[in-house]
Antibody
Framework: QVQLVQSESDVLKPGSSVKVSCKTS????????VHWVRRAPGQGLEWVGK????????KSADRFRGRVTLTADTSTATAFLEVRRLTFDDTAVYFCGRSVMNDFYFHMDVWGQGTTVVVSS | QSVLTQSPSLSAAPGQRVIISCSGTSSTIGNNYVSWYRHLPGSSPELVAF???KRPSGIPDRFSASKSRSSATLAIAALQTGDEGDYFC???????????FGGGTRLTVL
């Protein structure tokens, strides 16, 4: 069964950075995109961005542009989400998941277990 | 940026049928496939429908999705208490080349 395994939860100070990892598989990094979605307390699901590891294409939501970096290490089949200049509003559970590479058909059918990021002074 | 509009909440009794709606635009639902997710806090979101009307393996046929123009619906028949949760629609937004999620509908089975 396909699994995505994310890094452990973390507590960080405002203004700092966090890097969340998502261990996938060779099949995923070669044939799928990895998307990142978060859910803040009391809020809905929010798309953060995506990376297509095999072609190196990344895209992030406008509100995160300049503050997030999406990368992948194809040798270890691991995707990473880095968020900089954290604010209290970045407190959320961050999920990675796979989707087909053609965004017209976007749907996340396999998800990681989630990484809780708490921003606290 | 476009939005996908969902009613915030819905409640129904066990055994009943509910319809969760999702309204978009031509740049979202109107010209891209829709997917639906159920999310219970403390767990990972679960795909319950994709490509407008397809059901993943393991999702019972009580769940059915459809789309007409720029609106989509997820119907759940013979409701069970285990169907409770927050349901989200999503699609690609061709206008700005991003994914967009609806605001979510909290389903309560009384």
């Amino acid at each position: 069964q396909v699994q995505l395994v994310q890094s452990e939860s973390d507590v960080l100070k405002p203004g700092s950075s966090v890097k969340v990892s998502c261990k996938t598989s060779a099949d995923i990094v070669n044939n799928y995109s990895v998307h990142w979605v978060r859910r803040a307390p009391g809020q809905g699901l929010e798309w953060v961005g995506k990376i297509a590891p095999s072609v190196g294409i990344t895209k992030s939501a406008d509100r995160f542009r300049g503050r997030v970096t999406l990368t992948a290490d194809t040798s270890t089949a691991t995707a990473f989400l880095e968020v900089r200049r954290l604010t209290f509003d970045d407190t959320a559970v961050y999920f990675c998941g796979r989707s087909v590479m053609n965004d017209f058909y976007f749907h996340m059918d396999v998800w990681g277990q989630g990484t809780t990021v708490v921003v606290s002074s | 940026q476009s939005v996908l509009t969902q009613s915030p909440s819905l409640s129904a009794a066990p055994g009943q049928r509910v319809i969760i709606s999702c309204s978009g635009t031509s740049s979202t639902i109107g010209n891209n496939y829709v997917s639906w997710y159920r999310h219970l806090p403390g767990s990972s979101p679960e795909l319950v429908a994709f490509n407008d009307d397809k059901r993943p393996s393991g999702i019972p046929d009580r769940f059915s999705a459809s789309k007409s123009r720029s609106s989509a619906t997820l119907a759940i028949a013979a409701l069970q208490t285990g169907d409770e949760g927050d349901y989200f629609c999503a699609s690609w937004d061709s206008g700005v080349s991003t994914v967009i999620f609806g605001g979510g509908t909290r389903l309560t089975v009384l």
